[in-house]
């Protein structure tokens, strides 16, 4: 139980377009789910709690029209990089919290992440 | 601020042999403690968690954890490496009062040698 899935797994994209990337918990509900970025050997940078019915919550230095998070459903989530440019190339992971197995704990359930490359 | 540090890049360790990644951490109240395992171009699985009670922890794929509040550490270990456990792993840790994040180490890279 608890899985994550994302979707695309890869992504290659010319630089000024737009990439959607989705976050689905297949076997729970998630009222909060979290996008992260990865840098080559690096730890998660947290850049956004997406929050169901809501707005999300942005990290400082996070900017939030470049980085579009809606979180439509309780199993949903999608982050669309807006007019990429080849800076914003990295691996992207969204991660859920099952409320119900994680409540109060935070134990976070990942997906297996987006490599998104902008040319 | 609560932090997270894994002072070890890279661990080696022979096949068969006990492996310990090392992991201490800093929190201004009482901690929630994490670790995770993510293979090449993957995302993070979750392998242990620490919330409250025992301060040996036993988790996923036979690894243990052991959390010592004394030293403000929580070690992964693991009695008998396989290479298939060659791997990144994190730490992480969540402040149980006012900090709400979840902060994760920047991951020790595991090398089990056959």
């Known amino acids: 139980g608890a899985v994550v899935s994302q979707h695309p797994s890869w992504v290659i994209c010319k630089s000024g377009t737009s990439v959607k990337i989705e976050c689905r918990s297949l076997?729970?509900?998630?009222?909060?789910m979290f996008w992260y970025r990865q840098f080559p050997k690096q730890s998660l940078m947290l850049m956004a709690t997406?929050?169901?019915?809501?707005?999300?919550?942005?990290e400082q230095g996070v900017e939030k029209d470049k980085f579009l998070i809606n979180h439509a459903s309780l199993t949903l989530s999608t982050l669309t990089v807006t007019s990429a440019h080849p800076e914003d190339s990295s691996f992207y992971i969204c991660?859920?919290?099952?409320?119900?197995?994680?409540?109060?704990?935070?134990?976070?359930?990942f997906g297996p992440g987006t490599r998104l490359t902008v040319l | 601020a609560q932090s997270v540090a894994q002072p070890e890049d890279q661990v080696n360790v022979a096949e068969g042999n006990p492996l310990t990644v090392k992991c201490t951490y800093s929190?201004?109240?009482?901690?929630?403690l994490f670790w995770y395992v993510q293979y090449p171009n993957r995302g993070l699985q979750f392998l242990l968690k620490?919330?409250?009670?025992?301060?040996l922890v036993k988790g996923s794929y036979g690894f243990e954890a052991e959390f010592n509040k004394s030293q403000t550490s929580f070690h992964l270990k693991k009695p008998s490496a396989l290479v298939s456990d060659s791997a990144l792993y994190f730490c992480?840790?969540?402040?149980?009062?006012?900090?709400?994040?979840?902060?994760f180490g920047i991951g020790t890279k595991l090398q089990v040698i056959p």
């Open positions: 991660s859920a919290r099952d409320e119900a197995r994680g409540r109060y704990t935070d134990t976070q359930y």
């Open positions: 076997d729970f509900q998630a009222t909060t």
């Open positions: 997406s929050n169901e019915g809501s707005k999300a919550t942005y």
């Open positions: 929190v201004s109240g009482n901690p929630y």
């Open positions: 620490y919330i409250t009670g025992d301060n």
């Open positions: 992480a840790v969540r402040d149980t009062g006012g900090y709400q994040k979840v902060t």
